[in-house]
């Protein structure tokens, strides 16, 4: 499991930009703890930003019915 973890840590360091070399040996290093603590951000960063998407949608919406 946390081999798994730690696989898609690098993969999205490496989707974010940071360099092949970097991404692995910080995914070597990350522990557990770091990645719970990840897992807990990106999922209340992934709510706040459905929220403003949300908002923003139902923003276009009222300008597109004026």
């Known amino acids: 499991m946390i081999d798994t973890l730690k696989q898609s840590?690098?993969?999205q360091l490496i989707k974010a930009?940071?360099?092949p070399q970097?991404?692995?040996k910080a995914a070597e290093k990350i522990?557990?703890?770091?990645?719970?603590?990840?897992g807990e951000i990106w999922t209340d960063w992934a709510n706040a930003a459905r929220r403003i998407e949300l908002a923003s949608r139902a923003v276009g919406l009222a300008e597109m019915t004026q």
């Open 9 to 11: 840590y690098k993969e």
């Open 17 to 19: 930009g940071v360099e």
């Open 31 to 38: 522990t557990r703890e770091e990645l719970n603590l990840i």
């Open 22 to 24: 970097k991404a692995v």
